[in-house]
């Protein structure tokens, strides 16, 4: 394998990986199932990664990288308010919600129900992903909190921890089910709950503002 080939492969199995875990979970998915995902020889695999959960964990740390960065350059990251930057992240999440389950459901939350006692890598860099994801929320909503709720006993963190609470519970009803909707329903009393803390701008705006 020539060194002009490592990082395409690589970067195969573990866009592989994230989503044949999401479709079959982490104990269901084999090498073999991954190798045939990506395109690549069970050799080219093993040159890349020791093991199977090595290659978990840089698949998760591969999902972190790239979905921060996806939220960060999100269209409603731009809006100069921040109360609508927390709804418009609301919206943006249940944009998402389309195509086949596993498509819109999240590599950390699939993995860490079934690994977290048994694979602890798995387990610490799920808690990273999550961990850095609650704290991008938490600066949008502690700005949100001192311009609109300065008195409010929350605080910024706790509720950011309750988004994704509230985001991983409809993504395992959604699979439950096998249906997106009711993902979104559990994304709307999300927002009804935000605006008790926050108040709301006009009906849409965050949603209009970044199209």
Request: aromatic share 10%; with cysteine; net charge negative.
């Amino acid at each position: 394998m020539s060194s002009t080939d490592i990082a395409p492969t690589r970067t195969k199995l573990l866009d592989a990986a994230r989503d044949v875990i999401r479709a079959q979970g982490y104990s269901a998915t084999t090498v073999d199932d991954i190798c045939a995902a990506a395109g690549v020889s069970k050799g080219s695999f093993f040159h890349h990664f020791e093991s199977k959960e090595a290659m978990g964990v840089a698949a998760i740390d591969h999902w972190n990288v790239t979905t921060q960065a996806f939220f960060e350059n999100a269209p409603y990251a731009r809006l100069p308010d921040p109360r609508d930057r927390v709804f418009g992240y609301v919206d943006f999440r249940e944009d998402l919600i389309k195509g086949d389950v596993y498509q819109f459901t999240c590599l950390i939350g699939t993995t860490v129900q079934e690994a977290y006692a048994t694979y602890p890598a798995l387990r610490a860099i799920c808690d990273t992903g999550l961990t850095n994801h609650i704290a991008m929320l938490a600066r949008d909503l502690d700005a949100a909190k001192r311009r609109y709720a300065p008195d409010a006993a929350w605080s910024p963190e706790s509720v950011g921890t309750f988004m994704q609470a509230t985001l991983q519970g409809a993504f395992i009803f959604a699979k439950s089910t096998n249906d997106p909707e009711v993902a979104k329903a559990c994304i709307g009393h999300l927002r009804n709950y935000l605006e008790s803390l926050l108040g709301r701008a006009p009906t849409g705006q965050a949603r209009e503002s970044v199209q």
